[in-house]
């Protein structure tokens, strides 16, 4: 019988393994780094170019590697982090697999330059799909320099999955925060096609946070510490006013790794319960020490899910640790949200009996010496109005009451007795003729389900409906998802004809934004132009607005902002007609009318109109429900 399981070979294994290392330019990085930082870096240096696409290059100032390791460090399974199987129970460094630099010098193109502080001379190596194709002598400073070209350039078909320039980028930087927040003793720079984006000085973990997301964080922290027989939690969180719906700003570090971990979230947001609503996220910077054996960290090839061995102590400890962080800096609300402390009582007015109050009684008076002194006419009048009595004398006189009409008729100038001004009292004077029945000039749902063009005809429901009556009974129109219909369809119009008109501002809105949301906006920059925005970056944390969308009010601006951003934030793709379509979802729910709001009749009108107008109204542009309709049938079996 023949044999028929064969050993692969190295470049094929290494191939495999690549599937799971490395998915895109960011998996590259966060090899590179993590390398750099175990090899006792105090400065690391990320070049990338076309989102990682061409090059990722980290320089670093480590120990560097000898002439044998700098060949071994590319065979497979080759790691010198662990030497016994013991060692995989204490691992504290970062990379241990061993894959890595083989799995990525097998689809790539690799140039490392290598120099321990003992050599006089460093080397270079030059590989290529896995085999060495040069290995020489070079003048190179102290350390280890990567310099990954034309990722997947031998397997085109893993080349063609690969996303746009822009969100290639993204998620460089993505890990790039991730690995700087958790060592902020260490000195990073981050160049993208030449070009600075973070340069980031050594300090502490709070400052790093800020050097990172703003000056405007800083305000928002609210420190977390606690130590315990089993662990060790510090970092931060971000104040409940800074909760968001789009996640971005939660980090968790275990023992200096970044891990994503569903259970310690939920204790992080069971600790804010009552202070956020349902549906947005806290933010945090959380980094928790435990020791090395009570956990597992070799489950994913990513290393960025963790096995705790007992994870609902962990729990329990960081909910309290939240909570109690919350209590301590008065960042918890008390029961009233409005109270004034200058008007608590201190504890010594308890004692004190609170005094009787003095009422004053007017002796003198008789209601009925003013009754006396009216006119005739007005005692009537005042007998009608005030306090029942059985001296009075409608009561005496029954026929009096013929007295309360006497001046009724007497006025020429209005109708039965009405202000001529007022111009629902003069319907009566309008001629039969002027009514006329529109009923043949409605259009939209066939005649049968369009609402009717009659102001009396529509009404606003809980500030969040729109109920207009057919001909077939109620139409119930959800006005928040309506308006983002109109606006969605608007926005893809000015997209494709760049015709959007634009309100200037008197004098320019400066808002403040993190770096990353700078970014993201500079991305978007040209795409938000053609929409009606004017604005300019100044700085790296500044945007500068001179012209908004005519839909959109000035005092609305910053919140719109804010919100486009989260929404976008939550559903990037990376092709271009997915990336206008996402824009303009974007844009229509921020800018669109929420529910809470009041709409005058006019407006309602007006909405309904463009509603019906849309290509598609039945649906939002995140495909719920518009609109219902109420048949008469349905009410009626309610009154059976």
Known sequence: MTQIIKRLEAHVANQIAAGEVVQRPASLVKEL???????GATEIALHIKEGGKLLVQVIDNGVGMSAQDAVMCFERHATSKLQTAEDLFKIQTKGFRGEALASIAAIAQVVMKTKTQDMELGREIHIAAGKLEEHTEVVTPKGTSFAVNNLFYNIPARRNF???????????????HRLALVHPGIKFTYFADGAPLFVLTSTSFSQRIVQIFGKKIQDKLVPVQEETPQLKISGFVLKPESAKKSKGTQFFFVNQRFVKISSLHFAVVNAFEGL????????????IDVAPQTIDINIHPTKTEIKFEDEHTLFAILRSAIKHSLGQFNVAPVLDFERDPNLDNPYETLKTPAPIPHISVDASFNPFEIQDKLPASKQSSKQFHGTYSKDSSFNKNPASWESLYSNIHNDSNGINGSDPADPFTSLSKVPNNLYVEESHMQAGFFDAQAPSKSA????QLGRKYLVSSTKSGLLVIHQSRAHQRVLYERFLTNFTHQEAASQQLLFPKEL???????MRLEELMAPLCSLGFNMEIKDNQTLSIIGIPIVLQEKDLSRVIQ???????????GDHFSQTDILAKALAKSMGIKTGDTLALAE??????ELFACKEFLTSPFGKSVMTNLQQTELDLKFL
Do not use: M, W
């Open 563 to 573: 919100d486009f951003l989260n929404t976008y934030e939550a559903g990037h793709l």
């Open 276 to 287: 956020i609503s349902n549906g947005v996220h806290p933010g945090y910077f959380l980094q």
């Open 456 to 459: 009396h005809n529509c009404f």
């Open 604 to 609: 309602q009108l007006n909405l309904i109109d």
């Open 33 to 39: 780094l993590e390398n750099a930082v175990d090899a």
């Open 512 to 518: 403040t934004f993190t770096i990353p949301e700078i």
């Open 162 to 176: 690969l996303k746009s320039k822009q969100v290639e980028q993204r998620h460089i930087t993505d890990e790039f």
